[in-house]
């Protein structure tokens, strides 16, 4: 025991944004017991935090109950990217709910807050363009993301059960497009597949005609957001967006990846994979009133970052 921070929880702590908010919650001085099952996350990304006394790796699946005296939980179990999701689909809407089940069962039992790492894709393919957290979503619920989507759904109205009848502590962000360093090279979403064919030279895919928007944001800032928000009073639980405005279409992100790698890649038009959102975009007011959080860093100084790292990996 540390006897300065907080005892934390972090389930999915070995995946991508789960590696680098284990690795923050250490550096300022907090317990973090980090639990996976590695099916998308690795050792390989938290293994700069073993000899770190104060971080604790287990393997678990949160379908399956945990338990541990802890302060705090992050609940990030997930496969997030829609190829790994979609894998073992009935597996995911089980990480989700049944997860979600275990994770408020064990916060209740030791009176711990707890955060859920939400998503953009509550809102499913959307009518309102920013999307405000108010808005209810246009979400198939018999779809190929619907295992996703719904499960995350799902997880977001168990929160707020146990927070009416339990009183629980509960938080719910919802994540808009990330990324960085330690996405999966084979993660399969848009800025990874984009920064690896880039500097293999491979063909860049672009599903669909490219003109989809997403907004992304870097991961340094979504962990910033994850903690001011963990640390907020605790009357106001969300759901809050947290995100970065700024929308691109895809066509915009090949170019820039390209034009970045100085890649002479081709770009190819693949079929655009059914119930795709065209549109994605983070109202992020609610953010900058009640956390003062504002996301610091833009596409191209984050896509620096990250395709340098790429180019170390590869
Ligand atoms: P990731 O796939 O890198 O991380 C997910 C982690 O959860 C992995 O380490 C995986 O092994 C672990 N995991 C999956 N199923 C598990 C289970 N049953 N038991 C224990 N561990 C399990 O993805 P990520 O991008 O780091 O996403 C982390 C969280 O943030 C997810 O909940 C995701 O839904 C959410 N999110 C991410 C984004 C994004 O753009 N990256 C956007 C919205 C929401
Ligand atoms: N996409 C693409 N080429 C790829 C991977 C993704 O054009 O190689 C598109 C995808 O169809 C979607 C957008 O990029 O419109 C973002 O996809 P991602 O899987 O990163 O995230 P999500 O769809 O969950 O927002």
Redesign the pocket.
């Known amino acids: 025991m540390s006897g300065l921070g907080k005892r934390i929880l972090v389930?999915?702590g070995?995946?991508?944004?789960?590696s680098h908010l284990c690795e923050r919650l250490l550096n300022e001085g907090n317990e973090v017991i980090c639990?996976?099952?590695?099916?998308?996350?690795s050792k390989e990304n938290v293994m700069h935090l073993l000899n770190n006394p104060y971080f604790e790796l287990v393997r678990?699946?949160?379908?399956e109950p945990y338990y541990a005296e802890v302060d705090q939980i992050y609940n990030?179990?997930?496969?997030?990217?829609p190829i790994?999701y979609q894998y073992n689909a009935i597996k995911t809407i089980k990480?989700s709910v049944m997860?979600a089940i275990n994770m408020l069962g064990l916060a209740k039992r030791v009176n711990a807050r707890i955060l859920q790492?939400?998503?953009?894709?509550v809102y499913g393919d959307p009518m309102i363009h920013p999307q405000v957290e108010e808005y209810w979503g246009n979400v198939n619920p018999i779809g190929i993301r619907s295992c996703y989507d719904e499960g995350?759904r799902c997880a977001e109205t168990l929160f707020m059960d146990y927070h009416r009848q339990n009183d629980l502590e509960i938080k719910i962000i919802r994540?808009?497009?990330?990324y960085g360093p330690r996405m999966?090279r084979h993660d399969g979403?848009v800025v990874s597949n984009f920064i690896v064919q880039a500097l293999e030279g491979k063909d860049i895919t672009i599903y669909g005609d490219g003109s989809q928007t997403r907004s992304f944001q870097y991961v340094d800032d979504l962990v910033e957001g994850m903690i001011k928000m963990m640390h907020s009073e605790k009357t106001f639980i969300g759901p809050v967006n947290i995100g970065n405005p700024g929308e691109f279409t895809m066509l915009e992100l090949a170019n820039l990846i390209l034009e970045m790698t100085n890649s002479t890649s081709a770009i190819k038009f693949l079929p655009l994979p059914n119930d795709d959102p065209k549109q994605r975009k983070p109202n992020i007011e609610l953010a900058e009133n009640k956390l003062n959080w504002h996301p610091s860093i833009e596409l191209r100084s984050g896509l620096e970052k990250t395709i340098s790292y790429f180019e170390t990996i590869l």
């Open positions: 389930t999915g070995a995946g991508f944004i789960g639990l996976d099952n590695y099916f998308t996350g678990h699946d949160v379908t990030l179990a997930c496969p997030a990217s790994h990480t997860g790492a939400s998503t953009s894709e995350k994540i808009f497009n990330t999966h979403r």
